[in-house]
């Protein structure tokens, strides 16, 4: 099973990202799949979550109405489209995937059963 997200980089407040995780080895169907991100000195907390077996989607407070999590069955790629960033959105992205959407989405610190590398988003003011 691999994860492997990209599409990081620098942007301007205000500016817009999409990152792209390709998961191989692993159904999206079956899966939980989120993405995270941990900013220097802080915890990885969660930013976004599909799950198909609840048919619904989940967002943190701190995202919602800026960033939108979709999928390409095809491709067996999430996406993270992200619009509107802030300087506070600066962290290293990851995108994990479980069976359960309680350990990867409520339970603090996510646990999941596979984590890909993570891409860097920075957002200069």
């Known amino acids: 099973v691999q994860l492997q997200a990209s599409g990081g980089g620098l942007v301007h407040t205000g500016g817009s990202l999409r990152l792209s995780c390709e998961v191989s080895?692993?159904?999206?169907?079956?899966?939980?799949i989120g993405w995270f991100r941990q900013a220097p000195g802080k915890g990885r907390e969660g930013v976004a979550c599909?799950?198909?077996?609840?048919?619904?989607?989940y967002y943190s407070d701190s995202v919602k109405g800026r960033f939108a999590i979709s999928r390409d069955s095809a491709k067996n790629t999430v996406y993270l489209q992200m619009n509107s960033l802030k300087p506070e959105d600066t962290a290293v992205y990851y995108c994990g995937a479980d069976a359960s959407l309680l350990r990867l989405w409520v339970h603090q610190p996510p646990l999941a059963d596979y984590w890909g590398p993570g891409t860097q988003v920075t957002v200069s003011s």
């Open positions: 599909f799950s198909s077996s609840h048919g619904s989607t």
């Open positions: 080895g692993l159904s999206l169907d079956d899966n939980v």
